[in-house]
């Protein structure tokens, strides 16, 4: 079911070009669908599931990942505006604190950067609703949180939709692609001068 989300998302970054960062990258699964051109860097909490990745990465000869780094995503340990794009498929609805999570994506992208999520969100309405809202007790079994609502990603205020489609099947995951404002930088540089 998160293949699909996987592909559609790394297909649309391919098309952009440029540093990738990753967050959640968990075994790799993504990580031979980007095009050798990329330059890209994974991030996970898990150090086991990195090894896993980098298993991958080394099997598959794959000189578009260039790190592959242990990290909380709640504190990124990047600099301000570096990457052009930041993918995150299946992770914001299992992470703790998403819009710390989102905040920090914000910060490490770049003015005019696209945010690539794949995600699943709850429904308002509908059979779908009902069985979500009766299954979120169960996040730990299911893998994800069915009653995680998408206005949790869509606050941080420098982040702005760009795209929006429910992905098959029967539309149970969202492509969300989110855009950096263009002056959040110049901003973000005016404010550091004042104080």
């Known amino acids: 079911m998160t293949n699909i989300g996987r592909r559609r998302a790394v297909e649309y970054i391919n098309g952009l070009g440029g540093s990738v960062l990753e967050v959640g990258v968990g075994t790799g699964l993504s990580l031979q669908y980007y095009n050798p051109d990329l330059q890209v860097t994974g991030i996970d909490f898990s150090a086991e599931m990195l090894a896993k990745a980098q298993r991958k990465v080394d099997f598959h ?5 260039v790190a592959l780094r242990q990290m909380d995503a709640r504190t990124l340990d990047f600099p301000d505006n570096c990457f052009d794009t930041v993918a995150t ?3 914001l609805s299992v992470v703790p604190e998403p819009e710390r999570v989102m905040s920090e994506i914000s910060r490490v992208l770049k003015p005019g950067g696209k945010v690539v999520i794949t995600n699943h969100f709850m429904r308002t309405k509908g059979i779908l609703a009902l069985f979500e809202r009766i299954s979120a007790p ?4 299911i893998g994800w949180h069915s009653d995680f609502v998408i206005e949790t990603v869509l606050q941080e205020p420098t982040l702005t939709v760009e795209e929006q489609k429910t992905l ?3 539309g149970m995951m969202t492509f969300l692609v989110l855009s950096k404002n263009l002056t959040s930088g110049r901003l973000g540089i005016a404010a550091a001068v004042v104080r």
């Open 61 to 65: 000869q794959l000189d578009q990942v």
């Open 89 to 91: 498929m299946h992770v």
């Open 138 to 141: 169960f996040a730990n079994i």
């Open 168 to 170: 098959p099947p029967l």
